[in-house]
């Protein structure tokens, strides 16, 4: 079994079938190695400097899969005969971020590679997330600036009153996506990875079936990358003018008076901080106990005091909406509220509009995976720590793995393309297990929110479990000169870690920029670096990384030197 | 460790102080003696020592209100310092009596920010303690401490008029009282409020229950709180420290303090909002209709009732009102150039020199009364633009200057603006041949004509001259 399947992943035989160019494909590329490529056609006999590479990583694939080869051929007898050779090396279905990411590392390895993809490429961050919605918060960011007398006038500025032009707004954040969505496009054709429109279905182990036709394409590895769609619970009728999901709010085509926001997580929370900037009033309706239920309760209780109380919101915690009605025969958006916890009805609200922010489902329907005996769990495509797909009996799947938000492992974009780079490492031959504590989190909101690691909750739990002291430090944006400088003083820094021996666990800020000071402490946690040595690394001062600084400085280590010999993690 | 202090407040996190050492900031100084420890029932909150450097500091917010129960380690109010903002949560069980120093004001450090009684029975004596003590905070710094000048009772109502910011009295008559038409409200039953409403409701102390509304489909929106608040609050204030003497001032402009003659000022916020208001107004295109009324009638019930503090702006506010009553195209506007908006209530705003505030008289007695007030509310905080904005028609009055006409531009957003001059006697002629004097007053309306036309506003002119020909109506 081991041999056959040696055979299949080498270059000799692939001279047998040949293709012709696929025509979108010579769409102008003019210059550059790529242009080589191009021309081999999808079987690619030709030695390019690109196949030469490939075959060196066939090598060390059939080396590692050495590791699991008891698996692999058992389920190889269960699923049948895989093709004996294939069109592409790597075949991703789903041209998201997480997608996107994996096409580019995959070729950057030599391999192969082709996306599908049924809709549009840049999946939902590009499309009807994350981007447009920097968009929005852009705007409600300036705008809040500018309405903020008592800011400006602190500031020695005088401005008239702020106004906007709704279509003005909407048009920057879906000019935004386009731009964004054809360099991404145009990112992945210059290095040339086949973009193949149409629905991808998996007939059975590295078969794909694109779109309705006969298209089908084998690949020896496939990644399953096809992300999620917003989450409507049952009861709500979403129909896209009063009742939205993010899908429709992104596009701005009105700003209600009141809008209720169902679900106080990051999107929630984003779009309150645009709906408010922009004029509306809003009540959060959170299932939980308390609002922003995902954040370390200490952020969640500033964020509270900075980011609900000040402003025009209103909130109502316990409570789930079990029936929404959109607005129509003049009567307004009728959501009825019952207790989460006794069930029992308890109020009914009527607002202007309803925004859907509970939460993303996965997008795994009519994928095919009962093909392949894959039983998703709740829409999820289970997985291991590899991202490899596991079937119903909890055995590997070989050859197929599952990226991003269909995996549910962690539903972030720049997860879902390390996720996929991961998997790129092991089919090319190095075990890459992704460090999930180590990817940093961010909500946009005016001050921004951000994090990484555990909170302290958790980190305290963890530390009862495994027996070790767990440590707090926070600093204040107040103290910052920067901060202070932008009149901007309100936040807080806070650092999790073990006293005894400098580990960071976790790390959580609410200021101005946290979106971006957070990464000094993600690529600490990634890289193992103990507080003892980052604290001696230098900020250019005056910046707002210094709130970091002061961070690590204030930790208070059991063992203040720092230990020559790196801990074994 | 707090307790071993004997504090009922720790900070709810003591890492924040990592800087400094945590001082024993907490002091119960309810009962000094030594001896009656145990029975200090009633406890004050004293701003804490959050760092070694802190001498003061400013109350973010109270996370509880007065009367809320307390139990231990709650967050009960968010305290500034130099250096950051920190929950200090209780250490005792008990009610938040009084709150001594309100939201934004300053505390010295050991000073008591807010009494905590034990049981709810307690509440009132420590409300009466917090009272008798309330000089006990130094440093509470808020803007309400102003120094006004003297009250003026003569000059307090009417003052300069201009089109600035407007106060408005907004008088309900029975016709126009807004129903409780929300769908959901079941029959008034339940209380539709937006976000803002509710809050402000709650920070302006306002029930909900007896605010209507004029949102959408009669939803309690900001405004209709704001002009609840004006009216709900209690009239206590007014006797001592009643409008100032604004007129006086308008009058002698040359002597006003602050004006260097030959600089430039820039336009507060308040006189931007009135400048851009006066450029919209442009796009509007108006007429005026003026009319003279005799006022012989209302200057006797003036007279009658003006020492219990009414005023003739507001008699002619709620003539006014009474008139537009009839008359709901002349209360309407046009927003967007296509359609009319009635307003689904009356709102007469009062065009004064000073910033404005918003009042909804009862009757014509509270009305005065709250007019009084308005001034001090205008005079401890500036207004924001919707305050001054929400107007449905206003009603501006130079007659106290010997004006015996003008004509006034018509606020944006609004349908009219009705300029009244000073009542004048004058000789005329009757129907019946004779020559007599009257008492007259001349008023001209300025109207949106896209809204109103000249039919329009001639008939409302002649029910407001019935009326106030005729001002028995007005008391009630």
């Not at chain 1, 079938?17 to 999808?42: A, V």
């Not at chain 1, 041209?95 to 049924?118: D, F, M, N, Q, R």
């Not at chain 2, 050492?21 to 009656?36: D, E």
């Not at chain 2, 633009?385 to 015996?404: I, K």
């Amino acid at each position: 079994m081991q041999a056959s399947l040696s055979v299949s992943f080498s270059p000799n035989s692939s001279t047998t079938i040949s293709r012709s160019h696929n025509t979108f494909q010579s769409i102008p590329f003019s210059h550059g190695k790529p242009l080589n490529l191009r021309f081999c056609g999808l079987r690619r006999e030709a030695l390019g400097f690109t196949s030469l590479k490939r075959h060196d990583s066939n090598y060390r694939v059939h080396i590692s899969s050495g590791r699991h080869s008891n698996k692999v051929s058992a389920a190889l007898s269960a699923n049948g005969s895989p093709p004996k050779s294939f069109d592409y090396d790597l075949l991703i279905i789903g041209a998201g971020v997480g997608g996107h990411g994996a096409a580019l590392h995959a070729v950057e390895k030599g391999l192969k590679t082709a996306i599908v993809e049924g809709d549009v490429v840049g999946g939902t961050c590009v499309n009807r997330g994350c981007v447009p919605s920097k968009a929005l918060l852009a705007v409600s960011g300036r705008m809040r600036e500018l309405q903020s007398e008592h800011h400006l006038k602190a500031l020695g500025l005088q401005v008239s009153a702020a106004g906007y032009d709704r279509q003005g707004v909407a048009d920057h954040a879906n000019n935004l996506a386009s731009k964004i969505r054809s360099n991404l496009t145009n990112s992945m054709k210059a290095i040339g990875v086949d973009i193949l429109t149409g629905f991808g279905t998996i007939l059975g182990p590295q078969k794909v079936q694109v779109g309705s036709s006969n298209n089908i394409v084998t690949a020896k590895d496939i990644i399953i990358a096809t992300g999620s769609i917003p989450f409507v619970p049952k009861g709500i009728e979403v129909d896209g003018k009063t009742v939205i999901t993010s899908d429709h709010a992104l596009k701005l085509e009105s700003v209600p008076d009141w809008i209720a926001i169902v679900g106080s997580g990051y999107i929630g929370l984003e779009f309150s901080d645009v709906y408010t900037a922009l004029g509306s009033e809003v009540t959060f309706i959170e299932a939980l106990d308390q609002l922003m239920p995902g954040f370390d309760p200490e952020i969640g209780k500033l964020a509270q005091r900075v980011l609900i109380n000040p402003r025009k919101i209103d909130y109502h915690t316990g409570v789930f909406a079990t029936k929404i009605t959109p607005a129509r025969d003049g009567k307004p958006v009728i959501i009825e509220l019952i207790d989460a916890k006794t069930k029992e009805p308890k109020d009914t609200l009527e607002v202007d509009a309803a925004l859907i922010a509970t939460g993303r489902a996965p997008f795994t329907n009519d994928l095919g995976l009962d093909n392949i005996n894959v039983a998703t769990q709740r829409g999820f495509v289970p997985v291991d720590k590899r991202m490899r797909v596991l079937d119903a009996a909890g055995n590997l799947v070989p050859h197929l793995y599952c990226i991003g938000d269909a995996n549910g492992k962690m539903m972030l974009a720049h997860a879902a393309s390390a996720q996929g780079i991961s998997v790129v490492e092991q089919v090319t031959g190095r075990d890459l297990v992704l460090n999930h504590s180590s990817i940093p989190a961010a909500c946009f909101t005016h001050p921004e929110i951000s994090m990484v690691g555990l909170t302290e909750p958790q980190a305290r739990e963890k530390g009862e479990r495994e027996g070790f002291e767990v440590s707090v430090a926070k600093t204040s944006f107040k103290a910052n000169t920067k901060a202070l400088a932008e009149n901007e003083g309100e936040g807080l820094a806070k650092l999790i870690y073990r006293p005894d021996n400098g580990e960071i666990l976790g790390v959580h800020i609410l200021g101005l920029h946290a979106a971006d000071l957070i990464h000094e402490a993600s690529n600490a946690i990634a890289l193992g670096t103990r507080i003892q040595d980052i604290k001696f690394a230098v900020h250019a001062h005056p910046t707002l990384s210094e709130v970091l600084d002061e961070l690590f400085k204030s930790a208070k280590l059991k063992s203040q030197a720092s230990s020559p010999e790196p801990v074994a993690v | 460790m707090a307790h071993l202090l004997n504090t009922s407040f720790v900070p709810s996190s003591s890492s924040l102080c990592r800087k400094s050492t945590l001082q024993p900031a907490f002091h119960i100084s309810g009962n000094k003696s030594r001896t009656s420890q145990v029975q200090a029932k009633i406890r004050e909150i004293l701003m804490p020592a959050l760092s070694s450097t802190m001498t003061e500091g400013k109350i973010v917010s109270w996370v509880k209100s007065e009367g809320d129960k307390l139990s231990k380690g709650e967050s009960v109010v968010v305290v500034e310092s130099d250096k950051a903002d920190m929950d200090v949560e209780t250490f005792y069980d008990g009610y938040l009596a009084a709150i001594m120093v309100d939201e934004g004001g300053v505390a010295a450090v050991g000073s008591a920010i807010a009494f905590l009684a034990e049981t709810e029975d307690e509440m009132a004596e420590a409300k009466s303690k917090a009272n008798s003590s309330s000089s006990s905070s130094p440093v509470a710094a808020t803007a309400e401490s102003t120094s006004s000048p003297p009250p003026d009772p003569q000059e307090k109502i009417v003052g300069r008029a201009s089109f600035a910011p407007v106060a408005k009295a907004s008088v309900t008559s029975g016709s126009v009282v807004a129903s409780s038409t929300h769908p959901a409200s079941e029959g008034g039953r339940r209380i539709v409020a937006s976000p803002y409403a509710k809050k402000l409701a709650k920070e302006l102390k306002v029930e909900l229950g007896r605010v209507t509304g004029s949102g959408p489909m009669g939803r309690i929106v900001a405004k209709d709180v704001e002009a609840a608040s004006a009216a709900a609050s209690d009239v206590a204030v007014v006797g001592s420290a009643s409008a100032t003497g604004v007129g006086n001032a308008a009058t002698v402009p040359g002597k006003n303090a602050g004006i260097e003659l030959g600089s430039v000022v820039p336009f507060t916020t308040m006189q931007g909002a009135v400048s851009r208001n006066m450029v919209e107004s442009l796009a509007v295109p108006t007429f005026r209709v003026g009319y003279t009324i005799t006022t012989d009638a209302l200057d006797a019930l003036y007279k009658k009732i003006k020492l219990k503090g009414v005023t003739m702006t507001s008699l002619l506010a709620k003539a006014t009102a009474l008139a537009l009553a009839k008359h709901p195209v002349v209360n309407s506007s046009c927003r967007d150039g296509k359609s009319f908006t009635y307003n689904s209530s009356i709102n007469v705003a009062v065009a004064v020199a000073i910033d404005g505030g918003l009042i909804t008289p009862i009757d014509v007695y509270s009305l005065s009364r709250k007019w009084k007030e308005l001034v001090d509310k205008a005079r401890a905080k500036q207004l924001q633009p919707h305050e001054y904005n929400t107007g449905t028609f206003t009603l501006s009055n130079l007659g106290m200057f010997g004006v015996d006409r003008f004509d006034a531009i018509l606020p944006p957003g609004t349908g009219a603006i009705m300029a009244v001059g000073a009542s004048q006697p004058t000789v005329v002629a009757s129907k019946d041949g004779r020559i007599g004097m009257k008492n007259q007053m001349q008023v001209n309306v300025t109207a949106d004509h896209r809204v109103i036309y000249g039919a329009d506003l001639a008939s409302f002119l002649r029910t407001l001259a019935k009326i106030i020909e005729d001002p028995k109506d007005l008391t009630f």
